[in-house]
Structure formats: structure tokens, C-alpha cells
């Protein structure tokens, strides 16, 4: 089984180049042996493939047919024809006795003879070549066979050795599966004990937790003279426990030391030093394992309590809480201010804050209207501009130069038929900065003042848009009440004969335009309000 090899093996590297050598030097051997071979020991295309043997048949010619020439042969080989067929008819007239043997006859003769024999000497090699070829494929048939069944064999003791492995592979998996669920049933188990321990520890420490926060409210209570006695009598104990686990550490090395005796100061004075660093290295030892709980230095009596008796306790905690009562109370009474405080802190902020928006809202507000009258006042004068460039004067400007006397008036200044519209419109603008700042101004002063009159002036604006639209109405009014009027005066008139017969037609789908509001800067909304208020 050690020499044993796998068929599907891949050979390697070495194996490669070796076989590709040896192929390479075949070639090369192969090649030098056909360079010193004859023309007629090579082996050409022609005598790759094997001869045809020749039949009876093949030497029986079909004698000449007379007849006809067909149609499709050529002028010169019909009469290449004609001609021979003369001559064979003559030749076959002749007796056999008289036909002379020409000397070319005679070397036509040996030639065929010649070609007969070579052709049989080519034959027999080529028979021999074939046995040959017949016996080195029938080796090679059963060196390849042999091989065959090689391969068979290694390939059955491959596919048995296989077999094994996989057993033996399936048994240990099975065994593995086996111990492994044994070791996950007593993982389960310790996890289960664990979790019981650590629930059974949080709960012994959330109970230790209250206890130690009972002992310090106790300890609290306790006078603190008791307690500084009971600290010394701990601390004089812990002291005495110490020294004495110091001494018995100790005892062994001053025995040792004892029988030997000390020959020289300096060695004193160096076993002094050893001595101390001892000393020294045992008290921190002693201190960390009462630190981690190795040794019990102190016992349950030494831990008892002040108070033993839970009346005790129980006197002590009515007394103090009747004497923390009116404190209680005076907290209570100290809360409900607070919260009132709270309360009215934020009642006075809310207000604060809306305040603040309020005048934030009429800062826009106004800065929009300034914007707005800053854009009418820039279309006046791109009008203006159009208007003396075309040099037409025109109702429209003469309405504008009205309405802006008319606002020019309104805001105080005597009415001058010499001033220009731009000069008006200046002076209107220097005016509005004006009304601004002074506005302003007295917003900084009195705020409620302000929002008064601007109450007042929307006060004013409203009745004036109320009482412009009742006349709209009452004009309205008016007109339908005339047309009823001539209606009645007026003849009536009888239709006669069949109603005519409109066509229905198709309703055309009202397609709403998206209006998009744009909203309005300061300065445009007090430019409308300056427009409103004048008009």
C-alpha cells in the first residue's frame, strides 16, 4: 500500500520535463536517421496509405462501341477517334501471322513486364510492412491491456483504501457527534447551575445592598462617641491579629538565624536591613489577603450594633419625625411658590415672545410696503422716461401726474403746478423716510401707541373699502332696477312657431392657471398703505 499510486494523480513538474526530453530526442534521432536514408526507404505521403490491390476487373476493357459521336466532344477528338478506329479496324483485318513485332512493341513489352514485377516487389514489401505494423499493434494491444488492468487494480485498491478512510472517517465523525452532544448536555447543565448561582448571587447582593444602606442609616443614629470606641478597639485588634501572623511567619527564619552567630557590625547592620524589608513585605501580604477575604480578622461580635432593640429604632425615627414635620411643610408650602413663580415666568415669557414676534411680523411688514413703494416709485420713473422719450402726453399721464400731486398734497406740502412729477416723487420718498423713522422712533417710545393708530388707519381703510364697495353694490342695484324697468315699458314680444333646436355643444374643459402669490417686501405693503390712505 506504500508504493501505491492514485490514476488521478497529476504527475509533476519533473515527471513533465522528463517525458517532453525524451520526445524531443526521439524527434532529433528520427530526424538525423531520415537524412541518411534513400528517396525510396522514406516514407512519403504516398506510401502512408496502403496500395490498391488490383482485380480482374480492373484489367478488362470494355471494347469501343460504334456509334453515334456525341455532340459535346470537339472537332479534334472526333477525328482522333475516327483515326483510330480506322486503324483498329484494319490491324483486325490483317491475319495473326503477318503482324510484325516492332522493336518498340518489344520495349512496351519489357516496360509492362517491368512495371508487373515492381509492382509485385512493391506489394510484397508492402504486405510485410502490414504484418509488421499488424504485430507491433497487437503488442502494443496487450501492453496497453496490461496496462489496463494495472490501472484496474490500483483503481480497485485505490476505491478499497477509499472505502476504509470513509469508515473509519464515519465512525469518528459519529464518535465526535456522540462526545460532542454529551459535552453540549453537561454545558447545558453547568450553564443552567450557573444561571441559578449568579440569580441566587444578585439576589444575595441586591440583599446585602439593603443591608449595608440599613447600617449606615443605623450607623448614622449612633452617637459618635460609641463609635470612635468601637473604631479603636477594631483598629487595636486588627493590630494585635496582625503582629501575631507576622510572628508566626517569622518564627521559622529566626530560628535559623538564632543558631548562627554574627561575625562583624557590617553583617548586623545588613540583617537588620532584611529583617525590615521583611517586615515590610509580610504587612502588605497580611493587608491585601484581609483585603480579599482570606483572612477573618474580625468576628460577629466585634460587628455589633449600637441599637439591639428595634423599639429603640423605632422611638427614635417618631421622634424625629415629629420634629422634621414643620420642616416638611415649609418645603411643601416652598414647592407651591416655585411652581407659581414657574408659572408666572412663563406666562410673562410666552408674552414676551409673542410681542417680539408681533413686532418682527410689522418690521417685515413695513419693510415690505418701503420695497413695494421703492418698485411703483421705479416703474413711475421708467415711465417717465418712456413718456419724454415718445414725447406724448397722454390721459394715463395726466392721471399719474394727479394722483401724484394729489399725494403730494395729502402729505402737507402746498400744491405747486411748476414742480415736476420726479421732483414730487422725490420729495414724497424724502417724506416716507421721514414718516419712517419717525415711525420708528416712536415704536422705540411708546409701541402701543403706534399699534394704536395703526388700528385706527386700518380702521379708517376698511370703512372706506366697505363704504366704496356698498356703492359698487348699491350702483348695481340701481341698473338692474332701470333695466326691469324698461323691460315693462317695452312691447312684449311672442315668439311663434317651434323653438329652435340648439346643438349641444361640446363643453370645453376650464383649465385653472396656477396664480402664484408673491409675497410683498416691506416697503411695497407701505407704499399700498401710503396709496390707500391717500386715495
Known sequence: MEDFQSPFKLPTDEEVFITREAERLQKQEAKEKA?????????????????????????????????????????????????????????????????????????????????????????????????????????????????????????TDHMEKNKLLKEEAIAQANAEALAKKEKDGEIKQLEQRKAGISAEISRNEEYLEVLKKHKEFVEQLTPPEWLEARQKILREKYEVVKKNWILKQNADDLESLADGEVESQQSQGSFRKKTNKRQAALEAKFDEMVSKGLIDVFTEEDEQMYFTNPDELTAILKELEDKNLFLIELIQVMDHQLEVTKSEYDDLKKKNDDKFDDSKRNKEHFGLQLKTMETKISQINKRKSNIENKKETTRAVQILKNEISKCFTSLGHDEDSARLPIEMLKIIEESIHGLLRKLSFLRSIDPKHVEDLEGQKEKIRRDYGRDLKAELEEKKIQERITLAQKRVEGPSFRKIGRPPMNKVLFQKKRVEKEVKHVQKSEEELIRDFIEETTS
Open 35 to 155: 537524412k541518411n536514408m534513400t528517396i525510396w526507404e522514406k516514407q512519403t505521403a504516398s506510401t502512408k496509405t496502403q496500395l490498391k490491390r488490383p482485380k480482374d476487373a480492373d484489367f478488362n476493357i470494355k471494347p469501343i462501341e460504334e456509334g453515334p459521336v456525341p455532340q459535346y466532344m470537339r472537332n479534334k477528338e472526333k477525328n482522333l477517334i475516327t483515326a483510330a478506329l480506322e486503324i483498329v479496324n484494319q490491324r483486325g483485318k490483317m491475319p495473326q501471322n503477318q503482324k510484325t513485332e516492332n522493336t518498340r512493341d518489344y520495349v512496351e513489352q519489357k516496360k509492362e513486364i517491368f512495371r508487373v514485377e515492381m509492382k509485385y516487389r512493391i506489394l510484397k514489401e508492402e504486405r510485410e510492412k502490414i504484418k509488421k505494423r499488424i504485430s507491433n499493434k497487437e503488442q502494443a494491444l496487450k501492453r496497453s491491456e496490461e496496462l489496463l488492468d494495472q490501472d484496474q487494480k490500483k483503481f
